[in-house]
């Protein structure tokens, strides 16, 4: 034992002193000095160098001088971000960290142009830093929720929390490996739950691998916490780059795998499956002397399902279904549809299905056929999967078994894992997943009748599953009719049965134009557009020069700015009230021709409306003067994101917005008034958050992938969730956008629960205000915009009649809410 008392020893080295170098603090000195004149002088990019210099000969002067070179660096990278030079930005960043490493602050803001640069996977790690440095630093904060939605989709927390989907899993691993396939390989291994199976279940060797960074890191934690670190071996890497021997020793006896999506094959399935029976897996007849002569995949194969729906829901987002908008004729706008439409020749622009979880569509859904099947696939018949992209486009008939409007074909599968375990991801089952919906983009819809054969092509051409409803025959007649396809597309030309196929939902039309599926729902709002046509004709009507119908001149319009995100008609709406200039914030030229054929079809002159972004590359600069001598009459600010979290910067925007306008002149909306209501929703629990290790199969694992837990769950259908409500309705939170006086940052409301259960979650939405008297609310069942709700850590045991204390929180965008229960208030004396 040494001996505790001894005094530690000083050598000759220790003892003596730095001497002083005077060339050396003569350069400090000087270019600290040429810093600050260079600063002054606002040339960033030489007071930066001059700052690097002296931070990297001098560390003395970090704490005096790290606020200056902050703003210096972040100064200079604007300018070089702003001139395309984001290598050198980055380098910028790197030299900073090098001499600041623990700075939150410059963590932060590279992690900001990381994300903006589509580095979502860096930018995160950035952030999390920057939090594990200051936990409580708001900024980071706020950025690390945004990015976690990317990094950790949250569909990762139902699938480790479906404790059945996990324990079939489990027992074809156990089965396989117990029937000798000793090594194995897991393709998207993702938290490592897969191969951490196969290990458990005996298997001599195991590797994995993880293209996601995020994922990569979180699973060496999961593993090193289960007592598996150096058992599985985890790559970093894609499977089509493995290469044996290089990666792996030898080629493995079991891939298993779950790289598979709502459509099957979006998540690469079919290229990752050919590559590993080529290059990593054992093939048909091995000679290698192991027990397990052949490879095997797990999952084994997948049957395919799918049936033609009715849906308003779908519908309202994926076509165009009013002939007038907010006092506007549409007729001239030409075909507008969403980005997902499914066609036989593949395009880089269009997606070939979205998704929706078919049990919890507002409005529900109604089946017009049976489901059929539409693919069978062998995923251990190497050749079969080779041979899918090159079938013929199969075309099915299906009779029509209820009358109504063909929204969609809904797809599933079965996922059959071996002979005796399988998956189910159909719209009636318990399951984490939801269903591939192939919208129909007729314009007038097709009313499908009994009797009816409905036609329908299944085809895998790009590798993806692609379905198309091209055709119905009715009483021996062809209903459909369109276009003539390409010649040479259909292997076996029938005259009658070519003409119908050729409506396939290509948008062949030269005046088609796509929009976001949430553009469209805003599009079919009537209601909406009518409000915001009331709320401005009052603003024009009250600055408009009298007497009315005297001649006017340009210095007597109104103008009126309108800032929302995407494609708006609130511009077009505002240039048809009378003297108005309009400008619009729409960037894509496409979407600027339909406004502009919109205008000249609703008799509004060409001069009046103007497209403020076209030579507007500063973001802020939106809100600039229109020019030297006008001021806004109205500015429409995009208030609410469409997942239903408040815009970022937007009470920045609308304190610079009041200061643009003309005396009686008003910023829409005027006021939000944020609502909420208490539930008990297991479900949400489940979808925010890893619920303990039994539904992990005991494998620890929440504690990792719970660090990407965000407490506002966004794209919330309130009509649909599953939960018990716990209280009524109560404002949250107002954000007043015309008087800057009345708002405040934090709240504290008392809340009485009407039902006794379990506090989980505070769903929000807001009550927007265009004036006075008008309102349109977030919550509306036809409105383009989802709801949001803040999940508790830890939900709260209530009683009918307990009050419960929010303290609501706005830093910037961000929505805070912390619950507790309280005692009643005071009674009024």
């Known amino acids: 034992m040494p001996n505790a008392s001894a005094k530690p020893k000083h050598g000759r080295r220790n003892r003596r002193r730095r001497r002083e170098d005077p060339a050396r603090n003569e350069l400090v000195s000087s270019s600290l000095e040429s810093a600050q004149q260079c600063l002054f002088n606002q040339d960033y990019g030489t007071a930066f160098v001059h700052y690097l210099l002296v931070l990297n000969l001098a560390p003395v002067f970090k704490d005096l001088a790290k606020d200056s070179f902050r703003f210096t660096l972040f100064k200079w990278a604007e300018e070089l971000d702003s001139v395309g030079r984001i290598q050198d930005l980055f380098n910028c960043y790197e030299q900073a960290l090098e001499i600041f490493p623990s700075d939150e602050v410059i963590l932060n803001s590279m992690g900001e142009h990381l994300f903006r640069m589509g580095f979502r996977d860096e930018a995160a790690g950035h952030f999390h830093k920057a939090l594990k440095i200051k936990p409580d630093y708001p900024e980071a904060r706020e950025n690390f929720y945004r990015v976690a939605n990317w990094l950790v989709e949250r569909w990762h927390f139902l699938m480790l929390n479906d404790h059945g989907r996990n324990r079939k899993y489990q027992q ?3 089965k396989a490996v117990r029937s000798g396939c000793s090594t194995v390989l897991d393709i998207g291994t993702g938290t490592g739950i897969l191969g951490m199976c196969a290990k458990k279940a005996g298997a001599a060797e195991v590797y994995a691998c993880e293209l996601s960074k995020t994922m990569y890191d979180l699973a060496c934690e999961v593993l090193a916490a289960n007592g598996m670190k150096g058992q599985i071996n985890i790559l970093h890497k894609k499977s089509l780059e493995m290469e044996v021997p290089r990666d792996i020793p030898r080629r493995v006896s079991l891939v298993v795998t779950e790289t598979v999506d709502a459509g099957l094959f979006g998540e690469g399935i079919l290229e990752s499956l050919i590559h590993a029976w080529h290059h990593l897996l054992l093939p048909p007849k091995s000679e290698s002397g192991e027990e397990c002569a052949t490879g095997r995949v797990i999952p084994a ?5 799918a049936m033609a729906v009715e849906s308003e829901e779908i519908r309202r987002h994926h076509r165009l279904r009013t002939a007038s908008l907010g006092g506007l004729s549409l007729a001239a706008a030409g075909h507008l549809r969403s980005p997902v439409s499914c066609s036989l020749e593949p395009d880089d622009s269009m997606e070939p299905y979205t998704t929706e979880r078919l049990s919890r569509l507002p409005g529900g859904f109604k089946s017009l056929t049976e489901p059929f099947t539409a693919l069978r696939i062998d995923f251990n018949n190497v050749q079969e999967l080779e041979s899918l992209t090159s079938r013929e486009v199969q ?26 375990n399988s998956l189910s991801t159909g719209p009636h089952e318990d399951t984490c997943w939801e269903q591939a919906i192939y919208p129909d983009h007729s314009t007038e819809g097709l009313i499908l009748q009994p009797q009816d054969e409905l036609i329908v092509e299944v085809s895998c051409k790009d590798a993806y599953l692609r379905l198309s409803s091209v055709a119905v025959e009715r009483s021996g007649h062809m209903v459909r009719q369109g276009p003539q396809r390409p010649e040479g597309s ?12 050729a409506c396939l939902q290509t948008g062949q039309s030269p005046d088609f134009c796509v929009l976001e599926s949430s553009e469209v729902a805003l599009l079919n709002n009537w209601d909406y557009h009518h409000r915001f046509r009331t709320a401005l004709s009052k603003v024009t009507s009250r600055l408009t020069p009298e007497p009315a119908g005297a001649q006017l001149t340009d210095s007597d319009l109104l103008y009126v700015l309108d800032v929302s995100e995407g494609f708006s008609l609130l511009s077009l709406i505002a240039a048809s009230l009378g003297p108005v200039k309009a400008f619009s914030s729409v960037e894509k030229i496409k979407q600027q021709e339909v406004l502009k054929r919109l205008a000249q079809s609703n008799n509004i002159p060409e001069d009046r409306l103007e497209f403020w972004l076209n030579n507007m590359e500063d973001e802020q600069g939106r809100l600039q003067r229109p020019s030297q001598e006008k001021l806004w009459s109205a ?20 304190s610079l917005a009041r200061c643009l306008l003309e005396e009686g002149g ?43 837990t965000v407490p506002v769950h966004v794209f919330l259908d309130f009509s649909t969730l599953e939960c018990e409500r716990l209280s009524e309705a109560v404002e949250l939170f107002v954000l007043d956008l015309m008087n800057v006086t009345a708002n405040y940052t934090n709240r504290e409301v008392k809340v009485q629960a009407t039902s006794s259960g379990r506090l989980t979650a505070v769903p929000f939405w807001y009550q927007i ?8 609310s977030t919550l509306d069942p036809k409105s383009h915009w989802k709801q949001a709700a803040v999940v508790l850590q830890q939900p709260l045991e209530l009683r009918a009649g307990d009050w419960v204390r929010l303290s609501v929180k706005l830093h910037k965008s961000t929505l805070t809410i912390v619950a507790d229960k309280d005692s009643p208030p005071a009674p009024m004396e």
């Open 635 to 654: 500015i429409i600010l995009d208030c609410v994101e469409t997942c239903g979290l408040i815009r970022q910067k937007l009470m920045e925007k609308a």
């Open 395 to 420: 075309r099915i008939r299906l009779p029509v078994v209820r009358a109504g409007k063909l929204d969609a074909l809904a797809v599933w599968f079965q996922l059959h894992l071996d002979e005796e």
């Open 769 to 776: 205000h265009l004036d006075e008297e008008i309102t349109v």
């Open 172 to 174: 074809a691993i156990h």
């Open 301 to 305: 194969g997948a049957t395919v399902f």
């Open 490 to 501: 259909v292997p076996n030309p029938e005259a009658e049965l070519c003409s119908a196929l």
């Open 666 to 708: 008003s910023v829409f909306p005027q006021k939000m008034v944020v609502c909420g209501m208490l539930v008990d929703s297991q479900m949400l629990l489940q979808e925010s958050a890893v619920q303990g290790q039994e539904p992990t199969l005991g494998f620890n694992i929440a504690p990792f992938i719970n660090q990407f």
